[in-house]
T-cell receptor
Framework: DTGVSQDPRHKITKRGQNVTFRCDPI?????LYWYRQTLGQGPEFLTY????????KSRLLSDRFSAERPKGSFSTLEIQRTEQGDSAMYLC??????????????????FGPGTRLTVT | GNSVTQMEGPVTLSEEAFLTINCTYT??????LFWYVQYPGEGLQLLLK?????DKGSNKGFEATYRKETTSFHLEKGSVQVSDSAVYFC???????????FGQGTRLTINP
């Protein structure tokens, strides 16, 4: 039984380039979340999916950011025209839905190891 | 709005000392409350939770009680160990919402 995985673990890119991160949630978890964490701060919510539907987006998620979860399994987060201010750790989490009956509390989010983005 | 304020760190203690990390929150309705821990080089892990007023969450010797009257969820441990050295995050999940709102984190170092 594997946890949440994220790929890549580290990404260095030049300003203006596009980057894409992948998150694979715990199997059969139907809820998936993206957060961003900058140095010395707590994670900040970006967006949330239930199955393939994106149900909530933070104001932090500018037009340059897009997230997808096309088949309700893995998710991708793309940042277009990266800026130095995008440098951060991008965290993915998953949780079971209220009706799933799967392991773990409906309230607990299980986090992946994160993708550290550095924009030079 | 929803927010979490944590005791500023870093906190340094000797082994077997008593630990308190303060956490207060602002929220509409009835949030669920959490403590997450991030050990060096590892991802965030849920330490404990409480979903309604007066609930006490506990795990690995840590405890926190959901106090609605003081809007607090302070983390305590009676005797800390070197292995407890980590960053601790208090968080809330607003009523009816799925997201977590985190505090800024408190770095704890335990010296032998």
């Amino acid at each position: 039984d594997t946890g949440v995985s994220q790929d890549p673990r580290h990404k260095i890119t030049k300003r203006g380039q596009n980057v894409t991160f992948r998150c694979d949630p715990i199997s059969e978890h139907n809820r998936l979340y993206w957060y961003r964490q900058t140095l010395g701060q707590g994670p900040e919510f970006l967006t949330y999916f239930q199955n393939e539907a994106q149900l909530e987006k933070s104001r932090l998620l500018s037009d340059r950011f897009s997230a997808e979860r096309p088949k309700g399994s893995f998710s991708t987060l793309e940042i277009q025209r990266t800026e130095q201010g995008d440098s951060a750790m991008y965290l993915c989490a998953s949780s079971p839905g209220a009706s799933s009956g799967h392991r773990g509390s409906v309230y607990e989010q299980y986090f992946g190891p994160g993708t550290r983005l550095t924009v030079t | 709005g929803n927010s979490v304020t944590q005791m500023e760190g870093p906190v340094t203690l000797s082994e077997e000392a008593f630990l308190t990390i303060n956490c207060t929150y602002t929220a509409t309705g009835y949030p669920s409350l959490f403590w997450y821990v991030q050990y060096p080089g590892e991802g965030l892990q849920l330490l404990l939770k409480a979903t309604k007023a007066d609930d006490k969450g506990s795990n690995k010797g840590f405890e926190a009680t959901y106090r609605k009257e003081t809007t607090s969820f302070h983390l305590e441990k009676g005797s800390v160990q070197v292995s407890d050295s980590a960053v601790y995050f208090c968080a809330l999940s607003p009523w009816g919402a799925q997201k977590l709102v985190f505090g800024q984190g408190t770095r704890l170092t335990i010296n032998p």
